[in-house]
């Protein structure tokens, strides 16, 4: 079982409340019972209890791995919230346990509704993180408008997946190179407009696809995540 503790500092810590009431009260683990704990900067560290408090567990620490699995590039999805909020937290969980640095949600001229649960994002995305051993802890911005995003200044490959048949587009592969950043838009369900997709254009962002069939946004944002994880493998 992992926890999450984010500033750990030297050879001791204490868990929050709902990582020390699960621990003690949920998992009934005691006195000497031995645990693995993830900060979210990275570092992975292994501990034993020595004060089983349920509101505030404090943990001896007997090891650290820095820099836990770290990858030789940056994710950075920017994807558009879609009206069903359980399918964009399906987004949200399944990103994270691939591998995804950071998440954009960005409005788009055809998104349906803007606004995202922020806490509850946050918690789904700390689950994943320790759900499938990862020891940084991807970033959630605040929703941003597409025109915004598109005008400031982004590191690495950066790529637009849309289904215009209008404008040329490529597979992933053929525009992304292993180990290095990148940074992909994802559309809302209606597709960019034409609009955005020419200032996406004049801003560096190349034209991608991500198959044959029309997928929606969230298995969009899914398969992008997968087709940068498996060229990087």
């Known amino acids: 079982m992992i926890f999450y503790v984010p500033g750990i500092k030297g050879n001791t810590c204490v868990m929050g409340e709902n990582e020390s009431s699960h621990s003690i009260r949920v998992l009934r683990m005691t006195k000497g019972d031995r645990l693995k704990l993830v900060d979210g900067n990275g570092n992975l560290y ?3 209890i020595s004060d089983p408090d349920p509101s505030g567990c404090r943990v001896t620490i007997t090891s650290v791995i820095k820099d836990f699995e770290k990858r030789g590039y940056r994710l950075h999805i920017v994807i558009s919230p879609v ?4 399918r964009f937290e399906w987004f949200i969980e399944k990103s994270v346990e691939i591998g995804v640095d950071e998440i954009t949600p960005v409005i788009c001229r055809n998104t349906e509704k803007p606004g995202i649960k922020r806490d509850r994002i946050n918690s789904i995305i700390i689950s994943a993180m320790k759900q499938s051993l990862k020891a940084f802890r991807p970033a959630l911005n605040e929703p941003v408008a597409f025109g915004e995003f598109i005008n400031s200044d982004h590191d690495g490959i950066k790529m637009i997946a849309h ?12 525009i992304y190179e292993k180990n290095r950043d990148a940074v992909i838009l994802i559309g809302p369900e209606g597709d960019f407009s034409g609009e955005e997709l020419l200032l996406a254009f004049d801003n560096g962002y190349k034209s991608v696809h991500l198959g044959t069939s029309r997928l929606r ?4 944002g899914i398969a992008a995540c997968h ?3 498996f060229i990087n493998q």
Do not use: M
């Open 227 to 229: 087709s940068v994880y």
């Open 163 to 174: 289904c215009n048949p209008a404008h040329e587009r490529k597979k992933i592969d053929q």
């Open 46 to 48: 292994e501990g034993i």
């Open 83 to 86: 009206k069903n909020q359980e």
């Open 217 to 220: 946004t969230e298995t969009a």
